[in-house]
């Protein structure tokens, strides 16, 4: 996946590389999901595997601390572009990199289409703050300035905490072919 405007060097300037990221499934919570990380012959990132929901309900991938994200002050939104599987994903943006942070996740849910390479714009204030799962209302994104890593998340839950209308037992694809703060 190349990085672009939210991708920053450790020095201060922005620059186009590959991000480094990381799969986080449900397991941890006594799941029983699978996925894994590669890349396509176009150099694109993907995450794929198997949803199993006796016992838990996600996978997830994200960047890892040595991506640092940065987010331009003029940014209003997130823009990303995918090729998926037909389920209802949701773009990530945390507070914290530690698995069991308190800090809330900011979440923006986008339907996928099977095949299909999609572009979503998704507003930052229009993403819903949740931590594991559970929707917490009246906190916003104030200050995107504190996001230090994105992800993609496959949730039996939507950024409202309802249930996923597109989510289920059986295998799931991604690619991802940018994401960036616009």
Request: charged letters at 20%; proline letters at 4%.
């Amino acid at each position: 996946v190349k990085c672009s405007s939210w991708l920053n060097d450790g020095e201060g300037s922005a620059s186009l590389s590959t991000a480094t990221w990381f799969r986080v499934n449900d397991v941890i919570m006594g799941g029983k999901s699978t996925s894994e990380l590669s890349k396509d012959s176009s150099n694109q990132l993907v995450f794929s595997g198997n949803i199993n929901t006796d016992g838990g309900g996600f996978a997830a991938m994200r960047t890892s601390e040595t991506c640092v994200v940065t987010v331009p002050s003029h940014a209003t939104a997130v823009k990303l572009t995918v090729e998926g599987d037909g389920h209802l994903w949701k773009a990530n943006l945390g507070m914290g990199h530690s698995l069991m942070d308190k800090n809330p996740t900011f979440s923006h849910d986008f339907l996928t289409e099977k095949n299909i390479v999609t572009t979503h714009t998704l507003p930052l204030e229009k993403f819903a703050a949740q931590r594991r799962g559970t929707t917490l209302k009246g906190v916003m994104l104030d200050d995107p300035s504190k996001i230090q890593y994105v992800g993609l998340i496959l949730s039996l839950v939507t950024q409202e905490g309802g249930p996923n209308p597109h989510f289920g037992d059986g295998p799931f694809r991604i690619v991802l072919h940018e994401l960036e703060f616009v």
